[in-house]
């Protein structure tokens, strides 16, 4: 395998779809909460995205079943009020370097694009480093008009004194180029654990932004499921880094946005 591709799965027509991503990130935030659409909207799979770019390894499920390192896209057709088509960005990794990123978070918003998308959120936690009891929802968007519509949802708007690092940031500044506003959704969490809290407040501010309704109660079950898996992917990766002689967390991109 060579660099970055994508597996088509299934041909699907979208019209103009929004592009949610919420690949794993500080507290699995946005992952939670995309996870929870998927299954209770029962979205599909329509393709996988893998690259050379990911880390060296693959998950084994409970049932010794091995599971490799990508990405996958979902899409829904004519959910909520307004009846619009989307497409979910979901995984189980990043790109472990910054120009992985770049290749990776590129060849997603060829593919996106192609599909008419205009507009996008991704999600992910802001990390506090403490408890934190009822979680806000931070935000930043490509545009005043749909930074103005965040704070009408009582987002607060993210300040000036820090950026947005990962797939969650980079593919905001490289939709713009592209034509596309965007925003981003993080709850505040104290980023050492599956924060379910935060994640119901990030999936509360986004129904009510695309004029949806889900039930939200099995999102805490969904997160116990994710601690389980996370907790091997941080043994593997522990085990990676110790043979690579790589400190854990040093130029580490996979899991911040």
Do not use: W
């Amino acid at each position: 395998m060579d660099g970055t591709f994508i597996k088509m799965i299934k041909d699907v027509e979208l019209n103009e779809p929004i592009f949610i991503e919420a690949l794993p990130g500080i507290g699995h935030v946005g992952k939670l909460v995309a996870e929870h659409m998927i299954h209770e909207l029962d979205a599909e799979k329509f393709a996988e995205l893998y690259s050379t770019s990911f880390p060296p390894q693959v998950f084994v499920n409970e049932n010794g079943i091995i599971e490799p390192m990508n990405n996958e896209f979902y899409f829904l057709k004519s959910q909520g009020e307004s009846e619009r088509d989307y497409i979910i960005l979901v995984g189980n990794t990043q790109g472990l370097s910054p120009e992985g990123q770049y290749e990776i978070c590129g060849t997603i918003m060829d593919f996106v694009v192609g599909y008419g998308v205009k507009e996008m959120f991704t999600l992910g936690g802001l990390g506090t480093g403490q408890p934190v009891e009822n979680p806000k929802v931070f935000g930043a968007a490509t545009t005043t008009e749909l930074a103005e519509k965040l704070k009408e949802h009582e987002v607060t708007l993210r300040s000036a004194d820090g950026g947005i690092i990962g797939a969650s940031g980079l593919l905001l500044g490289l939709g713009m180029s592209k034509g596309i506003a965007g925003a981003c959704l993080m709850g505040e969490t104290p980023g050492y654990f599956i924060d379910a809290d935060a994640s119901k407040a990030v999936l509360t501010v986004l129904l009510d932004l695309l004029n949806m309704e889900l039930d939200i109660a099995k999102l805490e079950e969904r997160a116990e499921e994710t601690r389980k898996m996370i907790s091997k992917a941080q043994q593997m990766e522990r085990e990676v880094s110790e043979r690579s002689n790589i400190v854990p967390g040093e130029e580490d991109l996979r899991y911040i946005g």
